[in-house]
């Protein structure tokens, strides 16, 4: 297989990651790259930094001029970063030396490097917020449609309490919308241009060089830090614990699908199922493992990030190379998380006479707990819960249901106490806030 599976034709389709791949692209950074220094050229021509006509003839290159990223490798590979190459391609390719000198005004590698990384992750961010809608959406209605349909909750992989289809559905959707509505806050914390020179002091922008970033951060439409932060890898650190946050919720949501949709439960079906080479009856949750797979694997490079955040003085070839095999990786993932997300949502099908089965198939055990509160009107709580218990016990030993010998020791207990639909508490009610919330986006 390939060295990643977001570059891999064989994997093209199981790990897709949609229009999010293209950000990730060398032609995408070296783009970008381009994209920065023609707005910092422009920003310098206006504030009389750099002649501007020669800030005039810089930006407009930058628009027009095309590097081929295989180019820069070899120098690459020899400087560490690709920005020497890239500006040595650009200054050649503008054919203009009066002009060309000029690219590049007191900046460092690391301010272009930096804030072209923010121009792709701007994109990268709008992209999720479409999927994310879209996801919540889709389950807003679904848990809408099924509030009361009662199934099975279920705690250490046992019977706990009965729920509704719809609560369970609003479990998997109330933190995606969390998520959105923290995206204005992230996009200011996260989205900075960076803009301060060889070693964070930017000695050499000019005479004022915080309306130079500032005015760069406009240009571009990213935000101003009012600091250098080439050392501090808060933003990145910020914008994938966020991701962290979407990808829990949609592995939660495999791993639950992925329970109910095995042979044992059947409470679910999907739209999307694999098959196997040697088993025709299989339908295999392909979608809901892969949550659980990507999930696994933002968990492990989300720690090289940590790690990498810790640079040695002003700036860390170390931890900076280790920021850039891990963070492609990470948004890519992402990206394929809510292109599966999306998918699983718009397909799934609940099975409400299998849900009934279960709710009943366990002898009514499945109650016990509102047996136990009913019992407890008439004395203490204490004693109600051992009676509760010796109840249970006798059902699973004589495989009656609980109903049946809890009514012949206490006959007048409320007609509907084992029934699911009376016993579904707030489920509906929670059901119905995601649903009213989903709306509202």
């Known amino acids: 297989m390939a060295a990643s599976v977001f570059d891999s034709s064989l994997y093209a389709r199981l790990f897709d990651c949609g229009e999010a791949g293209r950000l990730f692209t060398d032609s995408a950074a070296v783009r970008a790259m381009l994209l920065v220094e023609g707005a910092l050229a422009k920003v310098q021509g206006t504030q009389g930094v750099i002649p501007e006509l020669s800030a005039a003839a810089i930006h407009r290159a930058s628009l027009e001029i095309r590097v081929d990223p295989g180019a820069l490798a070899e120098a690459t590979g020899q400087n560490g970063v690709s920005v020497p190459a890239l500006l040595d391609q650009f200054r050649s ?6 002009h060309a000198q000029y690219v590049h005004w007191g900046a460092t590698s690391q301010d272009i490097l930096d804030t072209a990384l923010m121009l792709r992750l701007r994109q990268a961010l709008l992209l999720a917020e479409a999927d994310l809608r879209e996801v919540i959406k889709t389950l807003g209605k679904a848990a809408k449609d099924h509030a009361h349909l009662p199934m ?18 609003a479990e998997w959707g109330m933190p995606l919308i969390d998520a959105l509505e923290a995206l204005p806050a992230l996009r200011k914390e996260t989205l900075w241009v960076s803009l301060s020179g060889a070693a964070s002091t930017a000695s050499a922008l000019g005479p004022d060089a915080a309306k130079t970033r500032a005015d760069l951060a406009q240009a ?26 979407v990808m829990a919720a949609l592995a939660h949501m495999g791993q639950s699908l ?21 088993m025709p009856q299989k339908q295999n949750p392909v979608s809901p493992s892969v949550l659980v797979a990507l999930n696994h694997q933002h968990g492990g490079l989300r720690a090289t990030l940590q790690a990498a955040a810790a640079h040695q003085h002003q700036r860390d070839g170390g931890a900076w190379f280790a920021e850039w095999l891990a963070l492609p990786q990470i948004c890519l993932g992402f990206a394929s998380a809510l ?27 499945i109650h016990a707990e509102a047996l136990s509160f009913a019992l407890a009107e008439r004395m203490p709580r204490p004693e109600a819960q051992r009676v509760t218990k010796a109840l249970a016990h006798d059902a699973l030993d004589k495989r009656v249901p609980l109903a049946d010998l809890a009514r012949a020791d206490y006959p007048d207990l409320p007609a509907d106490l084992f029934r699911a639909e009376a016993q579904l508490g ?11 919330r989903a709306e509202k986006l």
């Open 93 to 98: 390719e503008m054919q203009t030396p009066e």
């Open 152 to 169: 099975p909750a279920r705690t250490y992989g046992q019977h706990a309490t009965p729920t509704s289809f719809g609560a369970v559905l």
């Open 220 to 245: 571009l439409g990213l935000n101003d830090p009012h600091r250098t932060w080439h050392m501090d890898r808060s933003p990145i650190l910020h914008l994938v614990d966020w991701q962290g946050r």
């Open 258 to 278: 992925l329970g109910l949709t095995n042979s044992d439960t059947q409470e679910l079906a999907l739209s999307q199922a694999g098959g196997s080479s040697t």
């Open 339 to 365: 292109h599966h997300a999306k998918a699983l949502s718009a397909g799934i099908t609940p099975h409400p006479m299998q849900m009934r089965h279960n709710l009943d198939a366990g002898l009514g055990l």
């Open 426 to 436: 707030h489920a509906p009610a929670d059901a119905a806030a995601f649903a009213a």
